[in-house]
């Protein structure tokens, strides 16, 4: 069930600005990552590349071909009138392409993630009318139904309640249990020290990527934030020799 991602000296940035420079390792098989940093550091742009959803500029990501994605909430339209089963049965269409049909057991499959997220009751509910904490968990239902070996969460307890938050990492611990491989960026140091025992300490460059209590020991974070006081919004594309 589990993959390996590998960033051989990747550089992405967005109309030629830097975002992460030069980052090079593996988020191993199976292994449970946070990536931290100061805002602007590149962490979500980091994920989308991994995800194959922006160029890599220079260097090379190797990953699996099956790879779920949880996009921040903000960055997501819930005015489109659709249901919450429609959303977790979406969860199929790498599966079955955009006009194949859903079989049946399919169809059970997603309204088993709709109960497992505590939605059971709301299948036929539209998506627009689910508060924040209710459509965080509809996105983890379509992530249990894609069933992808690479999970990757882009600050997946973001304005939820702390009982919401504390559902939804039962299933990330689920998962890592079954020897997925799951990313998430996250800004909750604490939180990342109890669940993550690795991280990627990210200021557009790598400061540390190791075990958790090392990535965070204080002076990598100085180190981050010094990084991130002197950045500059304006800079050209990356001049770094590689
Ligand atoms: N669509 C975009 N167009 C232009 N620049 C962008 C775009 N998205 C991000 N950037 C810039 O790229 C850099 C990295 O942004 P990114 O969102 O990856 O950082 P982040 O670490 O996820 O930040 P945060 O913690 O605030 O969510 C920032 O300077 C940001 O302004």
Redesign the pocket.
């Known amino acids: 069930m589990s993959e390996a991602i590998r960033l051989r000296d990747v550089t992405l940035s967005?109309?030629r600005?830097p975002?992460v420079h030069h980052i090079s390792g593996e988020f191993a098989p199976g292994s449970l990552t946070a990536i931290v940093?100061p805002?602007?550091?590149?962490?979500?742009?980091l994920l989308r590349a991994i995800a194959g959803l922006h160029p890599v500029d220079e260097g090379r990501i190797e990953r699996p071909a099956r790879i779920a994605l949880l996009p921040q909430m903000t960055a997501l339209d819930r005015s489109f009138p659709i249901s919450c089963l429609d959303v977790a049965m979406l969860g199929h269409w790498r599966r079955c392409g955009a006009f194949g049909a859903i079989a049946p057991a399919g169809r059970a499959q997603a309204e088993a993630a709709l109960e497992a997220v505590g939605l059971g009751g709301l299948a036929r509910r539209p998506v627009g009318s689910l508060s924040a904490g209710q459509f965080q968990r509809l996105l983890f239902a379509r992530l249990l139904v894609q069933d992808a070996p690479v999970i990757l969460l882009d600050e997946p307890f973001n304005a939820v309640d702390a009982r919401t938050a504390a559902d939804l990492l039962r299933l990330v611990r689920e998962w890592h249990g079954q020897g997925r491989t799951v990313v998430a960026?996250l800004h909750d140091l604490e939180l990342v020290r109890r669940e993550f025992p690795e991280t990627l300490l990210l200021a557009r460059d790598p400061v540390a990527w190791c075990g958790t209590e090392e990535a965070l020991a204080a002076s990598n974070r100085l180190r981050a934030r010094m990084m991130s006081e002197g950045w500059d919004?304006a800079a050209a594309a990356c001049g770094r020799a590689a």
């Open positions: 967005h109309d600005h975002a940093g805002n602007g550091a590149g962490k979500t742009t960026v919004e």
